[in-house]
């Protein structure tokens, strides 16, 4: 795995500023063509607006069951609901706990992003700026770490959760602690080699006469990296923020394997749960699933270009 | 800057900030390493050793190969686990990738609202496995939306598709095709964007249809991407989790129907606390994916889309 030839970076940082390049449209000008270029067209918007459509359906039937009564559920199709009602909200969560879980979320998947933007930005600076002995490799061996499947680090990890990790803590005095909950979930997702890698690519591109002129200044290379580099950073950390925060809010492995106690379960781990026991209650559980997406679909609206670099980042797990 | 070096030689000598520079330098790295090799090094090394004991609430004897032997005559493992995930991978990978190339090529085109269109096609991507699978179970359910549409086209189905035996599994790889179109659709647009203009212009000036133009010109220019996005789904296929945690339940029913190799090894550790065991067949999956890849690798070359 080389650093250099890593996959698509380029092309999608293209994306991600919505090139236009349009490729396949080459025809124009050529004549006897425009009518055929028509017809494409017009067969391209209809085939999109039917995918969009099939794309959206299952949304929006959530949606309108989501605010349904539970009679109204089995009472034959209707596009709408018959009588409008947040009960299905309220059950979930008066009576589901879901209020709770929400909370859970949100602590879980806020504590991981911070961590992230801070260790990733810290690292990140090093590796792309600060010179010292073996940092290539230190680097290539924190990009192979994408190659170590979850499923091989399952039994391990949780029992040194189980027993290294609080004995090593109640060396330095703090007795009892355990981990196979929401503080382990979170502790084994403090950086992840996305992260740095999105911040180190970044920093790359940064000109270096920024920094010379902080050293210059006699500016410690914390104090560079702290005034100079981080404000610049800005595309990059919000990049590693969005990311992170969308997958650990939507993440179902490492919390199904680590929370046991109900009261510290996500979302997710509530829904699965929620599902089994009460199978056909459908109204909570399109809540529960509409209070899952919407958050993630708001901030994908609002920074839909970041989206993509995680995709650029994604590439390096070829 | 070389007057600055020239001061600083002279006052505290090169070497010396050499130094100064090489220990920041480990200093702002020494938590994420440390992080990487307590959580991503160390347990390669402990699953290995945790496999070589038979290892339940506590560590038991040393048990060397034995727990691999067992699962070698596992026939839950082989019967249903493996030859789930390999039916899965087999489908879903075509499936994804034909239709996230459909997708790509559709919204390259040069038309209006293709940003609308591709952020459409890509949420479900984005969406949480656990909203997506509860919708799914929902739309699937034995009176659900599905069937009355099925019902009014003329085709009549009473079951809910995942309580099914013979229906479970298939749906689950319909909904991930659906699902994962959109993270494959942003990888072939990003390759399709590759692929030089002037390539298309001359192949209209030889007057080539848009279906030939795709077939003769894009299509095989595309070799890297379709190495590429099928490496990220054909390793992301043979690691299947959620959908049957989240709809088969940790046994992975019906009747095994949709119990996958991952939601195996995840049983045996959460559901009977059979460490050893479990990182046995952790070893062995990391093996044969590992070893996939490498097999990609060798028969595509180096994975690149731009």
Redesign the interface.
């Known amino acids: 795995m080389d650093v250099e ?1 890593l ?6 940082e ?2 991600a500023l ?10 124009r000008g ?1 004549p006897g ?1 425009e009518r ?1 270029d028509r017809v ?2 017009a067969i ?2 209809t ?2 607006f039917l ?2 459509a099939l ?2 359906i ?2 929006l ?2 949606v309108s ?1 989501s605010f349904r009564t539970l009679a109204d559920t ?1 009472a034959g ?1 209707s596009l709408l609901p018959r009588h409008w009602t947040t009960s299905g909200y309220h059950e979930a969560f008066h009576t589901f706990n879901f209020g709770r879980y929400t909370l859970n979320s949100a602590i879980i998947a806020g504590a991981i992003t911070l961590s992230n933007l801070v ?2 930005s ?2 990140g ?3 792309a700026r ?4 073996g ?1 290539e490799v ?1 680097f290539m ?2 990009l192979g ?1 994408l ?14 959760l189980v027993n290294w990790i609080p004995a090593w803590v109640g060396h330095v005095g703090w007795h009892d602690a355990s981990f196979v909950n929401r503080d382990g979930v979170i502790l ?1 997702q ?2 992840s ?1 996305t992260s ?1 890698f999105l911040m180190r690519q970044y920093f790359l591109t940064i000109p270096r006469d920024l920094e ?1 002129a902080a ?2 200044d006699a500016a ?3 104090k560079t ?1 702290r005034k100079v580099m981080l404000p610049l950073a800005g595309p990059a950390l919000a990049a590693v923020g969005i990311l992170t925060f ?1 997958g650990t ?2 993440a ?2 490492w919390p ?2 680590l929370l046991q106690d109900k009261s510290q379960y996500t ?3 509530g ?2 749960s929620f ?2 026991a009460y199978q ?1 209650l ?1 109204p909570p ?2 809540a ?3 209070l ?2 919407v958050p ?2 708001l901030i ?2 609002l920074f ?1 270009r970041y ?2 670099a995680g ?2 980042a ?2 390096v ?2 | 800057m070389a007057v600055a070096g020239a001061k600083r030689r002279r006052v505290r000598g090169l070497g010396s900030e050499r130094t100064r520079e090489g220990v920041v330098g480990y200093g702002f790295v020494a938590l994420p390493m440390a992080f990487f090799l307590l959580f991503f090094i160390v347990p390669i090394g402990y699953a290995f050793y945790i496999s070589r004991y038979d290892w339940q609430i506590f560590k038991g004897p040393f048990v060397g190969w034995g727990n691999y032997r067992t699962l070698y005559h596992d026939s839950v493992f082989w019967r249903h686990a493996v030859r789930n995930t390999l039916v899965y991978t087999a489908f879903v990978v075509p499936l994804q990738m034909a239709l996230g190339l459909t997708l790509a090529v559709v919204v390259n085109q040069s038309i209006r609202f293709r940003t609308f269109f591709r952020a459409a096609f890509y949420f479900p991507s984005l969406a949480a496995s656990a909203a997506i699978a509860s919708i799914a179970t929902y739309i699937l359910a034995s009176d659900g939306l599905f069937n009355t549409i099925l019902h009014h086209l003329g085709y009549h189905h009473s079951n809910a598709w995942f309580a099914q035996q013979s229906t479970a599994l298939p749906s689950i790889i319909g909904l991930n095709a659906w699902t994962t179109s959109g993270t494959m659709m942003l990888f072939y647009l990003a390759a399709l964007q590759a692929i030089p203009v002037d390539v298309y212009e001359a192949a209209a000036i030889d007057g080539a249809g848009a279906w030939r133009t795709f077939r003769k010109i894009t299509f095989p220019l595309l070799k890297p991407g379709h190495f590429f996005v099928a490496v990220v789904s054909v390793i992301g296929a043979l690691q299947m989790f959620d959908q049957s945690f989240l709809i088969g339940g940790a046994s992975g029913g019906p009747n095994y129907s949709t119990l996958t190799t991952v939601l195996y090894l995840y049983n045996q550790a959460i559901g009977n606390i059979k460490f050893g065991y479990a990182a046995a067949v952790g070893v062995v999956l990391f093996a044969f994916i590992f070893t996939v890849t490498l097999i990609q690798r060798l028969l595509f070359g180096k994975a690149e889309v731009a």
């Not at chain 1, 919505?18 to 490729?23: D, R, S, T, V």
């Not at chain 1, 190659?147 to 040194?160: A, T």
């Open positions: 030839g996959p698509p970076t380029q092309a999608v293209e994306l919505e090139g236009e390049a349009a490729a396949g449209s080459g025809a050529i063509r055929a494409r067209t391209a918007y085939v999109m995918v969009a794309f959206a299952p949304f039937w959530t069951t089995v199709f260790l990733a810290i690292g600076y090093a590796f600060l010179r010292f002995p940092r230190l061996l924190v770490t190659m170590i499947p979850d499923q091989l680090r399952l039994v391990p990890i949780y029992l040194m084994i403090l950086v080699a740095l010379e050293k210059l410690g290379y914390f990296y969308q809010w939507n179902l492995f199904a394997v979302i997710p781990i829904i699965a599902h089994f056909t459908w559980l399109m529960a699933s509409v899952a997406i993630i679909l994908f609206i839909q989206f993509v995709v650029a994604a590439g797990k070829g």
